[in-house]
């Protein structure tokens, strides 16, 4: 009885040398999976991952609580400002370029103010004292906050300071500003977004 299990019963061995088309596929799909795997992992990590890539898409929320003049302890967010066109600048009091654009983003500020246009100054990596300090000698009267645990700055995917983000009265980042911007600029892409008509009632 027990001759008769035996030969009917097959070793492992036999079994795998009976079907190596079989096995081989099985370890084809393996290593394509594991393949596929790498490559869309590789393909995720090579994806640019900067501020620019927001242009044409809907802008990160964002919230803010002011810390200078008129507007102190007023909070502001992306959501409150929807309808508007929002000029979204990221700063440093420590940044020597973000100087250089500071008193033309002020006097933008003060001409397009009437017109439905909303600056916000995001202070990056800042104390409130050197934050303040440098809002007073630019003599900057739009709403500026810290940018508490860095949130805006990673949200907006920016790589520096300053980066500045126009975002339409549809909340679309319509511009990308990376480095100062000068007036001629400036003016140009606010007159753009004015005269673009809302999309979204």
């Known amino acids: 009885m027990a ?5 009917e019963t097959s070793p492992p061995s036999q ?3 009976a079907h190596p088309a079989g096995q081989r596929l099985i370890w084809l799909i393996v290593v394509l999976a594991l393949l596929g795997t790498l490559l869309g992992l590789l393909a995720l990590g090579l994806q640019p991952r900067t501020s620019a890539t927001l242009q044409g898409k ?16 007023q909070k502001f967010s992306l959501a409150d400002l929807r309808g508007h066109i929002v000029v979204l600048n990221i700063w440093a009091s ?19 103010r009437s017109r439905d246009v909303w600056f916000i ?12 300090a440098y809002l007073k000698r630019f003599n900057i ?6 940018d508490i ?3 805006i700055y990673q949200a907006y995917r920016a790589t520096g300071v300053p980066e500045t983000f126009f975002i339409d009265r549809d909340g679309i980042v319509q511009h990308v500003q990376i480095g100062p911007i000068g ?15 809302r999309s979204q009632p």
């Not at 001759?3 to 030969?7: K, L, Y």
């Not at 100054?121 to 303040?132: E, M, S």
């Not at 007036?183 to 008509?197: E, I, P």
């Open 121 to 132: 100054g995001v202070d990056y990596l800042d104390t409130d004292t050197a934050g303040l």
């Open 3 to 7: 001759e008769e299990v035996r030969e």
């Open 58 to 73: 809907p802008a990160p929320p964002f919230e803010i609580t002011a810390i200078n003049g008129e507007f102190a302890g």
């Open 183 to 197: 007036q001629t600029q400036l003016d140009a892409l606010l007159n753009r977004l004015l005269n673009q008509r």
């Open 94 to 112: 420590w940044c020597v370029e973000c100087a250089r654009e500071a008193t033309v983003l002020e006097q933008a500020w003060r001409t397009y």
């Open 15 to 17: 079994v795998a040398k």
């Open 141 to 146: 009267t739009y709403p500026n906050g810290p």
């Open 149 to 151: 645990g860095s949130r």
